[in-house]
């Protein structure tokens, strides 16, 4: 079965700062993908940023980038000169696709991230 | 930008009733996902379609929920009688399915539903 934990339930920083959440994954499969999704409180679930696991190199979205350590089966995400606008809920998610079907997707539970002024 | 739309945005029920919640996947999506967000559960993968035809409807409670596609600008999500646990936010996604595989899928605003 595939998995997605997020051990931070919540983090909180300044404005400006840089800030990391943390995402660790289970899967048996060779072919899958990572995403990190933003939930602010207006509900929307958008895409922030994405990885392939066959490529080494970790991707880069402006502000955003990860750290993907495919061994250790980890996929942090840091957030650069984070803003106000950054408050949202952060979720880590799997993909993959199974023998039959299309592809699917698994969630960790999230972590809030506040950024204070 | 193409965008999932969902309809009802908000509603409230009283136990008993049927509840409808209507999808409009982005044009050309083939793929058609419904999840449930709970505080408790997170994100659950309640049923997908492709094609219109459903795919794995395994993460749906079968007695009360249904699921359709009548047509590939309609997703439809039922729930009757509805019960107070099933007081959630409901999304529909949709996305490319299987040559696109690293297409990621693309949310609505979600239905908060509240049953009462």
């Known amino acids: 079965a595939q998995t997605v934990t997020q051990s931070q339930p919540e983090m909180s920083v300044q404005e400006a700062e840089t800030v990391t959440l943390s995402c660790t994954y289970d899967?048996?499969?060779?072919?899958?993908?990572l995403f990190w999704y933003k939930q602010p409180p207006s509900r929307q679930m958008i895409l922030v940023i994405r990885?392939?696991?066959?490529?080494?190199q970790n991707a880069t979205e402006n502000r955003f980038s990860v750290n993907f350590q495919k061994a250790a089966k980890s996929f942090s995400l840091k957030i650069s000169d984070s803003q106000l606008g950054d408050t949202a809920m952060y979720f880590c998610?799997?993909?993959?696709?199974?023998?039959?079907?299309?592809?699917?997707?698994?969630f960790g539970q999230g972590t809030r991230l506040t950024i204070n002024p | 930008d193409a965008r999932v739309t969902q309809t009802p945005r908000h509603k409230v029920t009283e136990m008993g009733q049927e509840v409808t919640m209507r999808c409009q996947p982005i044009?050309?999506?083939?793929?058609v996902f419904w999840y449930r967000q709970t505080m408790m559960q997170g994100l659950e993968l309640l049923a997908y379609?492709?094609?219109?035809?459903?795919?794995?409807d395994s993460g749906m409670p079968k007695d009360r929920f249904s699921a359709e596609m009548p047509d590939a600008t309609l997703a439809t999500l039922k729930i009757q009688p509805s019960e107070p646990r099933d007081s959630a936010v409901y999304f529909c996604?949709?996305?490319?399915?299987?040559?696109?595989?690293?297409?990621?899928?693309?949310f609505g605003d979600g239905t908060r539903l509240s049953i009462l």
């Open positions: 996604a949709s996305g490319l399915g299987l040559s696109q595989s690293n297409q990621p899928q693309h």
């Open positions: 899967t048996s499969e060779n072919n899958y993908y």
């Open positions: 990885q392939e696991a066959y490529k080494q």
């Open positions: 998610a799997l993909m993959w696709k199974p023998l039959q079907g299309a592809q699917k997707l698994v």
């Open positions: 044009l050309g999506h083939n793929t």
């Open positions: 379609f492709r094609n219109r035809a459903p795919l794995d």
